[in-house]
């Protein structure tokens, strides 16, 4: 089974996102997981399985969007901004590379959208600091969709995206402590997101860094600076085994549970 985390450049109007969503519903295959907006990114996450539904959820976002009446706090270069695939149980690395390859293609010769690959080649970060300027398309134009931008189209493994907010309102600060918590397999931001400082975190090491991990490191180094974090939140789903990382007391504290699974969903 491929799990794709499409990740769109729109998270305020919810009739549009709406839409957006209704694409899925059209492919044979597709099922549509989960959606997670967020109104200060102006991102929503799709969780969706299949090879069939990000093709067409790309396509209604190329309908619908441009890029040039986007604002919000997080980073972009398209209104299909990045579309990864992931191998969940019954499905090989290759076969997540696979659709990677052929979905950029597709993007590049249906929807002439510049695409930007990331897995093997190169990190995510690698494209956001360089796309335009030191690195150029994979495949399609050499310049950006006039209203759809680019798309990051990457394979990986399980990630688990994951937001800590502070009781501070000091961006900063959040900055700092993001920092100091980032390390190989924890990637790190910081946000302001409705007046809450938030340190916004990808464990991209999901085997090795569970949840409480991550909240834990920042809660540390918040105490060390004078103040405390006061919620998380889990930005799609996580797989029942990396759920199971953490105790279950702590599920509620941590905004996780058996319902915010990949499997629970499926079911």
């Not at 590379?97 to 993007?107: D, G, K, Q, V």
């Not at 495949?139 to 759809?148: C, E, K, L, R, Y």
């Amino acid at each position: 089974m491929l799990e794709c985390v499409v990740n769109v450049s729109e998270g305020r109007d919810a009739h549009l996102v709406s839409r957006i969503a209704g694409a899925v519903s059209d492919t044979p295959e597709g099922q549509l997981l989960d959606i997670h907006s967020d109104a200060d990114h102006n991102r929503s996450v799709f969780t969706l399985v299949g090879v069939e539904a990000p093709r067409a959820l790309t396509r209604r976002c190329v309908e619908l969007l441009d890029i040039a009446d986007h604002s919000g706090v997080h980073p972009r270069i398209g209104v299909v901004d990045v579309v990864p695939f992931v191998a969940l149980d019954g499905s090989s690395p290759d076969d997540a590379l696979t659709a990677r390859n052929e979905f950029a293609t597709w993007a590049a010769d249906e929807l002439n959208l510049p695409v930007f690959l990331y897995g093997p080649e190169r990190t995510l970060p690698d494209i956001r600091r360089g796309a335009w300027k030191t690195l150029m398309p994979d495949h399609g134009p050499d310049n950006p969709h006039p209203t759809a931008g680019a798309v990051c189209v990457g394979v990986r493994p399980v990630l688990i995206a994951y937001n800590v907010f502070l009781a501070s309102p000091d961006l900063s600060l959040a900055k700092d402590i993001a920092a100091r918590v980032r390390r190989p397999g924890l990637r790190t931001l910081a946000f302001l997101v409705g007046g809450a400082a938030q340190v916004s975190m990808n464990i991209v090491d999901a085997d090795e860094i569970s949840v409480s991990g991550a909240y834990d490191a920042v809660a540390a180094e918040a105490t060390e600076a004078g103040t405390r974090v006061v919620r998380a939140e889990l930005v799609g789903l996580l797989t029942e085994r990396h759920l199971r990382m953490n105790d279950k007391a702590r599920w509620a504290q941590l905004d996780i549970g058996p319902d915010r699974t990949v499997e629970s969903r499926l079911r």
